[in-house]
């Protein structure tokens, strides 16, 4: 699993750098990557060959829905989900109908605020939070979303870009549900925010059994412990920085969540363990 999330990124980050974060050896990496193809790996090659014809030929605009029918069409039998996982990896969009647009205004909340301010959780997967803030680089701003358990307060899930828009919080709680698997009744608390108020986002909450919650309206400290880790984040490293490019800040937000906050640094609330650290603690016993 950790060879696999560094082969995926290995045009995105440096390849030793994502081996110490993972606690692996590049040479366990490249002995991974050269041993023989999987038939399931093949039979993914050979299809995202095909879809990236079948992408071409509708100009770039067809998501995974359409091109699942066309997959079908064509005789192949594979569901949405795989379709939108190969296209995920292969860098292909589809071209929705409807554009979204940051206005700066919140929407009408879908949900009730659930924690009201507490942000203790008995366990893993039992109470989510998510964010997003932003990043000067020599480039422009490059935007963070992060999803946190509030258990351990570990970052799970995060994802960046150069835009503010739905696919930078999906992104980020994609990862964190790839990685989590939650069960259903886990609690997602974020603010108003539009990215969280999307369709989309709604949609894919709904579809894993995770019940919505949201802040009151201009309260920060109804998300405070999500501010409280990019109070940190900027403290401790991006205003000791100065960023030439949004791939710099990248890569140096990327050791800073995985290696150092995640792994090394010490949270008082957790008894001056590492989120880490503590869950595999408190989870052993």
């Given at each position: ?36 193809e ?39 039998r ?34 009730a ?5 507490n ?10 939070a ?33 835009r ?55 309260s ?8 409280s ?56 016993t």
């Amino acid at each position: 699993m950790r060879y696999r999330c560094i082969h995926r990124r290995r045009t995105q980050y440096p390849i030793r750098l994502m081996c110490r974060v993972l606690q692996v050896s590049p040479s366990g990496y490249y002995a991974w990557r050269s041993r023989p193809e999987s038939q399931h790996d093949r039979d993914d090659r050979e299809l995202t060959k095909v879809i990236r014809r079948l992408h071409a030929q509708s100009d770039g605009t067809y998501g995974s829905p359409r091109l699942s029918v066309e997959l079908r069409s064509e005789g192949f039998r594979c569901g949405r989900a795989r379709v939108a996982r190969l296209m995920q990896l292969a860098g292909l969009k589809g071209c929705p109908k409807r554009r979204f647009r940051v206005t700066g205004k919140s929407g009408t909340a879908p949900a009730a605020n659930l924690l009201a301010q507490n942000f203790s959780a008995a366990q893993t997967n039992q109470r989510w939070a998510a964010d997003i803030t932003f990043i000067w680089t020599g480039q422009g701003w490059l935007y963070l979303a992060v999803v946190m358990d509030l258990y351990s307060r570990r970052i799970v899930g995060w994802s960046m870009s150069r835009r503010i828009n739905r696919h930078l919080a999906l992104n980020a709680l994609n990862m964190a549900l790839g990685y989590r698997q939650p069960g259903c009744g886990l609690i997602h608390h974020s603010d108003r925010g539009a990215q969280y108020l999307s369709d989309d986002y709604q949609a894919l909450l709904k579809q894993h059994g995770i019940i919505c919650s949201v802040s009151g309206t201009g309260s920060c400290y109804d998300n405070a412990v999500v501010e409280s880790f990019f109070a940190s984040l900027k403290r401790e490293r991006i205003k000791r920085r100065k960023y030439r490019t949004r791939d710099d800040a990248r890569a140096d937000i990327f050791d800073y969540i995985e290696r150092f906050y995640n792994r090394e640094r010490r949270h008082g609330y957790l008894g001056h363990t590492s989120p880490v650290n503590y869950e595999d603690r408190t989870l052993q016993t």
